[in-house]
């Protein structure tokens, strides 16, 4: 970095929001000027985005999914092809996004990149994830589309009847428009990506040839994405039923879970992580197996425990923990999530985390 560099860095420090105009102003230099130093930085992969995003820090930026969810509650029995009385939720939600909101609530820094339309619910996903302090800068919003949304209806046990995803805007994140998000994947400390992305995306951000790059397997219909991209995924965390479709051959029970893990090491992830719901997770490296397994958990909401899981995992990860600890910090974070009635956890923290990871991990 040049003497001149550093000035402005400094400047940019002190106010994040400082225009061009007045930098220029500062250094007594012409505004042409603080922009080539600014393109110079950028490149450097000193400032990061919008809004002098700079790297002070290691960070975590997610791809991925954001979008609304309205979920649907009935007072009593669900009664078909008719209006039943209840309770209607709005949350905001998307795999990648609840990823995101839950390191940003473990204390991360975190830049999400995702599309959204130009509507009410953009606003809200973008303000209320700001908050939290996940930031939307590099977010593209679309005029004119809609905001993703995941309509799910469940019954009064709390389990879902049904679902609708619009989610066809996610398919607008494609390399070109990721192209001009690249200092802010490339820098990150570890780049998180959802199968929500169509593959070419996909295999876009795979070339970037990331070290870190973890991925969440979203479902049976779309983890088959990343069937051919294995061998560049640093941490691949999936259910049973995902990683089954992956391997090719059915988890039947807990006594196939290491076939099944063992097969999917074969080509190529550094760590592999794969949950079973109540009979716990397995933890891939090498050729190591752990099993963690915790006490029962009553669910409030099962939506969003997944990502949850993802996140504490992560958090681990970033933390430069042990794996099984990090398996076991996926675990309290999923059950912070199945006990809050939306679908994260408004109650994650540090502390809140560590605390729950030692409640139903001892004994």
């Known amino acids: 970095m040049t003497p001149r560099e550093k000035e402005l860095m400094d400047l940019i420090r002190e106010n994040p929001q400082i225009s061009q105009a007045d930098l220029a102003e500062k250094l007594k230099i012409k505004r042409s ?4 130093h600014i393109r110079n930085l ?43 009385p209840g309770q209607v939720q709005t949350s905001p939600g998307g795999v990648g996004r609840n990823i995101g909101e839950n390191l940003a609530r473990l204390g991360l820094q975190v830049s999400m990149v995702c ?18 302090g996940l930031s939307f ?30 989610m066809d805007l996610v398919d607008r994140l494609c390399p070109d428009l990721l192209e001009g998000k690249k200092n802010t994947l490339t820098n990150a400390k570890y780049l998180v990506l959802d199968c929500n992305l169509k593959r070419e995306s996909l295999a876009y951000l795979f070339q970037l040839g990331h070290e870190r790059v973890v991925v969440d397997g979203v479902s049976m ?22 990683a089954g479709e992956l391997a090719g051959t059915k988890i039947q ?33 090498g050729d190591q197996v752990l099993h963690v397994k915790t006490k029962e958990i009553k669910a409030k909401n099962a939506t969003g425990a997944g990502d949850a899981f993802t996140a504490g995992l992560i ?24 006990h809050s009635e939306k679908t994260n956890a408004e109650d994650l923290s540090k502390e809140k985390l560590i605390e729950k990871t030692k409640e139903i991990c001892n004994g």
């Open 137 to 166: 800068k590099e977010a593209i919003v679309i005029p004119g589309e809609q905001t993703p949304i995941y309509l799910e209806i469940l019954n009064a046990q709390k389990d879902m009847l049904a679902a609708i995803n619009q």
């Open 315 to 338: 958090y681990g990860f970033f933390k430069d923990l042990d794996f099984k600890d990090c398996l076991y910090l996926g675990q309290g974070a999923s059950a912070l999530a199945l």
């Open 33 to 36: 000027s603080v922009a080539a």
């Open 42 to 84: 950028t490149e450097k992969g000193e400032i990061l985005g919008r809004g002098y995003l700079l790297r002070t820090e290691d960070y975590i930026t997610v791809v991925g999914g954001a979008n609304m969810d309205i979920r649907g509650l009935p007072q009593g029995t669900f009664v078909l092809e008719d209006s039943n």
């Open 221 to 242: 219909a779309k983890v088959t994405k990343i069937q051919d991209f294995l061998d560049r995924i640093y941490l691949l965390k999936v259910n049973h039923h995902e």
């Open 253 to 285: 029970g807990p006594e196939d879970v290491e076939r099944v893990g063992r097969i999917l090491m074969e080509d190529g992830p550094r760590y592999l992580v794969i949950t079973c719901g109540k009979e716990g997770a397995w933890g891939f490296d």
């Open 115 to 132: 599309v959204l339309g130009e509507d009410l619910w953009a606003r809200e996903l973008m303000e209320t994830g700001e908050s939290l």
